[in-house]
């Protein structure tokens, strides 16, 4: 079946600081891979995306790479802003349309 | 062009009452999918309808239903609500022309059952 797991929250760094967190994902076929973002109080909204093998999303400074040897799609970002405080969602869009998503990470950037 | 709009945005009810809420996608987007969001489990798939049809289901119980209508604008339905079903609803449309597009989320219904 299709499922994505995702690093456990939270998160806390320091401003400036190097951000990863692991995304891994099950799918049959091929699937799209997405990271969302959801601030305090809002719905979700797309950070990036990539649809086939070893393609590289980027936004805002957010990084993944879709790495279909190691099933894995994690969020990098080089220097994290106070601003960047928020929940992140893993995502996988199946062949079949559907979307499943990993159980979020909190990340707290401290000044 | 306008995003997705959920309406109400915040609700309380008791147990055993019944709620719907609204979704308007996207102009032109005709695929809507419902989510529930809790602290503990997430992010769960409720269902998903496309031109008027449920066209994949997660695993809730039959209290949850849904509808689309021909604009493409849909209701969630819950019935004899329980406490456990305080959570935020999220709605999602998608356009089908696009290839593996996304999903863009509205802000929620923010429901409170006492």
């Known amino acids: 079946g299709n499922s994505v797991t995702q690093m456990e929250g939270p998160v806390t760094l320091s401003e400036e600081a190097f951000l990863t967190i692991n995304c891994t994902y099950t799918?049959?076929?091929?699937?799209?891979l997405f990271w969302y973002v959801q601030y305090p109080g809002e719905g979700l909204q797309l950070l990036l995306k990539?649809?086939?093998?070893?393609d590289k999303g980027s936004n805002k400074g957010f990084e993944a790479t879709y790495r279909k040897e190691t099933t894995s799609f994690h969020l990098e970002k080089g220097s994290v802003q106070v601003s960047d405080s928020a929940v992140y969602f893993c995502?996988?869009?199946?062949?079949?349309?559907?979307?499943?998503f990993g159980t979020g990470t909190s990340l707290t950037v401290i000044p | 062009k306008a995003g997705v709009t959920q309406t109400p945005r915040y609700l309380i009810k008791t147990r055993g009452q019944q709620v719907t809420l609204s979704c308007s996608p996207i102009?032109?987007?005709?695929?809507v999918s419902w989510y529930q969001q809790t602290p503990g489990q997430g992010l769960q798939f409720l269902f998903e309808?496309?031109?008027?049809?449920?066209?994949n289901k997660g695993n809730f119980p039959g209290r949850f239903s849904g509808r689309q209508f021909s604009n493409s604008r849909s209701e969630m339905n819950v019935s004899t609500l329980e406490l456990g079903d305080s959570a935020l609803y999220l709605c999602?449309?998608?356009?089908?022309?696009?290839?593996?597009?996304?999903?863009?989320f509205g802000p929620g219904t923010r429901l409170t059952v006492l």
């Open positions: 999602a449309s998608s356009s089908p022309f696009r290839g593996d597009n996304e999903q863009f």
């Open positions: 799918a049959t076929g091929y699937p799209s």
């Open positions: 990539a649809t086939k093998a070893d």
């Open positions: 995502a996988l869009r199946s062949t079949g349309n559907q979307f499943y």
């Open positions: 102009s032109g987007h005709r695929s």
């Open positions: 309808y496309f031109s008027e049809t449920q066209r």
